[in-house]
């Protein structure tokens, strides 16, 4: 149980296109998702929350308008990289936790390489 | 955010001997931690985690220790192996969202056969 997924696995596009990921939890509704970046030789770094059916709450930092988050099911958050240039690349990850309270773990998807040319 | 620091960046152990990582966290009021495996370039696994009414906690070779008085948490791996080579990460809570978590900077660990 607590499966994650996310797509596409690998994308490589120009500098200027916007990009859209996708986080599916499979076998349990997630009010909650989570949102997080990580450079090569670094840590996850939290970009936001992604909170279903209200807007998302971003970390210190984090581009609202540059990162879209949409989270318009139980089951489903959409995070949109937009106009990416080549310092968006990176490696972007998403998280769910089975019950909307402490002290339980996150579930992660299989992440998401963006590189920009 | 929490603030979580963990030390050292980069172990390197022979094959059989024990690994220590460390964390240290900054809310007193974090009552959930865990500990992520990560590949290179995969997702990170949960391989053990302690709630903060237990002091220890242990997994066949992996055992994690909590010191709630001085903030701080420890990854133990005995009896270690080339496969546990990987990057570790230690992660604490957010003090509002006990579900938003903020990562450990990560440690390297190299078990050389």
């Known amino acids: 149980g607590a499966v994650v997924s996310q797509h596409p696995s690998w994308v490589i596009c120009k500098s200027g296109t916007s990009v859209k990921i996708e986080c599916r939890s499979l076998d349990f509704q997630a009010t909650t998702m989570f949102w997080y970046r990580q450079f090569p030789k670094q840590s996850l770094m939290l970009m936001a929350t992604s909170n279903e059916g209200s807007k998302a709450t971003y970390e210190q930092g984090v581009e609202k308008d540059k990162f879209l988050i949409n989270h318009a099911s139980l089951t489903l958050s959409t995070l949109t990289v937009t106009s990416a240039h080549p310092e968006d690349s990176s490696f972007y990850i998403c998280?769910?936790?089975?019950?909307?309270?402490?002290?339980?773990?996150?579930?992660f998807g299989d992440g998401t390489r963006l590189s920009i040319l | 955010g929490e603030n979580v620091e963990q030390h050292p960046s980069t172990l390197s152990v022979q094959e059989g001997d024990s690994a220590v990582i460390k964390c240290t966290y900054s809310?007193?009021?974090?009552?959930?931690f865990p500990w992520y495996k990560q590949e290179l370039g995969k997702r990170p696994q949960l391989i053990i985690d302690?709630?903060?009414?237990?002091g220890e906690k242990k997994d066949q070779r992996i055992a994690v220790t909590l010191n709630k008085t001085a903030k701080h948490f420890s990854l133990h791996i005995t009896e270690t192996q080339p496969e546990d080579s990987a990057v570790y990460f230690c992660?604490?809570?957010?003090?509002?969202?006990?579900?938003?978590?903020?990562f450990g900077s990560g440690t390297k660990l190299n078990v050389k056969p």
């Open positions: 302690i709630r903060s009414n237990v």
């Open positions: 992660a604490a809570p957010n003090k509002y969202n006990f579900n938003k978590f903020y």
């Open positions: 809310d007193s009021a974090s009552n959930y």
């Open positions: 998280s769910a936790t089975l019950r909307h309270q402490g002290g339980q773990p996150q579930h």
